[in-house]
């Protein structure tokens, strides 16, 4: 350490000074007024503000006196293949929004369209404090390295991969990437070369499938193990509605969680996404296998997916098992704002099970930080504010009223913030976020250039989007 000859201070390069501190470490520890120090991309200290700024002397000082510094938000399922937000056709459920209007949108996207969407997207979510996330499979994986590597936020990303030879058969789905189970595998293991070759610290590899009655059995089995082999993530969309459900068991006879059990397909290195129609016996499938899970509320309240009374949140919680919260994809959420995510999974099972304490504040808190960077097994790096962890940090600006008065920082964050208030963020050490205005990119550039792609695909696809009242 460099020590300050005068003074006896250690240099650091960034002091976080003041304010509550939600550390999410093993024992949960809140400061009043606490203090992080940061050198390099790494935290060195936590503690009292007192005891800190007497210990070192920083390069710069941010004062958060009057902000609530928490861990950097995790998304546990974000697109960044992305749609026109807003121009979804109103009324559509799961399945056959899918096919009529996503899938398409999808397969429309140019290289160039898929780093716009990209950089646009992850803009957002540093703009509401997320410095985790991630992505269900993409195309285009180089463009978007690039765009990721621009945007400075964490992601584990992978291509785009199914075969089409699910239980849903292929019906309606786009002539787009089709190929047998054998060259989705080898996508697949080329997504992982290709990520580890472009060897960016905050870019971790994903073997990503989509599921949702798209994927074969071999493929499925296939990615779980290939993401076990590799120490990777395999990533797919599981028990999404209970139109899946009642297609599985039609053609299987069993669940579509109890199927991917049955053939093997569940182990620690899988992240089931949404999961919102699960029976009773599965909760133990899950926990016993080591699973993870990302919970999409709002999204499945838009696609009236009956999550409040077919999923099993508290059940999940209560067996140990890692969950994240997401945000997936545009026209699903139509925000990218985990502070949203954390009040609806802290609420929805309450009034389902109408029980106060079904969800806690707390636990909504953990899924949002700590568990949901399990859920992306990328806990050994961040998910707390600890000594030795990656400074990924998120301070929300207490001076409005959605913050204030300001009594209890996790009944605040929980049920009264949004990320509108997030003021400053840190994806390893770096200031992302700075007085609410980003670092890196340009923001009105990256709007507009969104806006103009969306034009775009709209007019591929054949969709004029507006609101159903007279435009004058
Ligand atoms: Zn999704």
Known sequence: MVEDADRGLVEVDLLLAGGWLLTMNER???????????????????????????????????????????????????HLLCCPKGALPEGRQTLEALRTFTYPCFAALTEGQM????????????????????????????????ALATSGIRCRVGPWTWDQRGPSGGADLPEWLVMEPDAALDRLRKGIETVRAFNHPLIRDAV???????????????????????????????????????????????RPLQHMHSIGALN????????????????????????????????????????????????????????????DAENVSNHQDICRSMQLAALLPRDARRDPNAVTAEQAVEMATISGAKALRWDDVTGSIEAGKEADITCFDTEDFDWRPLHNPVANLVYGSTGHSVHTVLV????????????????????????????????????????????L
Request: aromatic fraction near 4%; glycine fraction near 8%.
């Open 268 to 327: 620690p290195w899988v992240l089931l996404n949404h999961m919102t129609s699960l029976a009773e016996f599965e909760v133990d499938l899950v926990a016993e296998t080591g699973a993870r899970i990302s919970q999409n509320p709002s999204s499945a309240l838009k696609f009236a997916k009956g999550t409040t009374q077919t999923g099993k949140w508290p059940e999940l919680l209560a067996a140990g098992v890692p969950i994240a919260l997401g945000t």
């Open 28 to 78: 949960r520890e809140v400061y009043r007024d606490g203090a992080v120090a940061v050198r390099g991309t790494t935290i060195v200290d936590v503690g009292q503000r007192a005891n800190l700024v007497e210990r070192y002397r920083a390069r710069r000082v941010i004062d958060t006196s009057r902000m609530v510094v928490t861990p950097g938000l995790v998304n546990g399922h974000r």
């Open 208 to 254: 990503t499938i989509e599921g949702v009655g798209t994927c074969s059995d071999t493929l499925t089995l296939g990615a779980a193990k290939l993401a076990e082999e590799a120490d990777s993530l395999a990533v797919l969309h599981k028990a999404t509605s209970e139109r899946e459900v009642a297609l599985e068991l039609e053609v299987f006879g069993e």
């Open 115 to 146: 780093h716009a969407y990209a950089l646009h997207a992850t803009a957002e979510m540093i703009r509401f404090g997320t410095t985790t996330f991630e992505e269900p499979g993409c195309n285009h994986l180089e463009a978007v390295l690039e």
């Open 428 to 471: 390893a050490g770096e200031v992302v976020l700075d007085a609410k205005r980003l670092t890196r990119v340009d923001e009105e550039q990256v709007r507009e250039a969104v806006e103009r792609i969306d034009r775009e695909v709209l007019a591929t696809i054949g969709i004029e989007p507006g609101p159903s009242w007279p435009v």
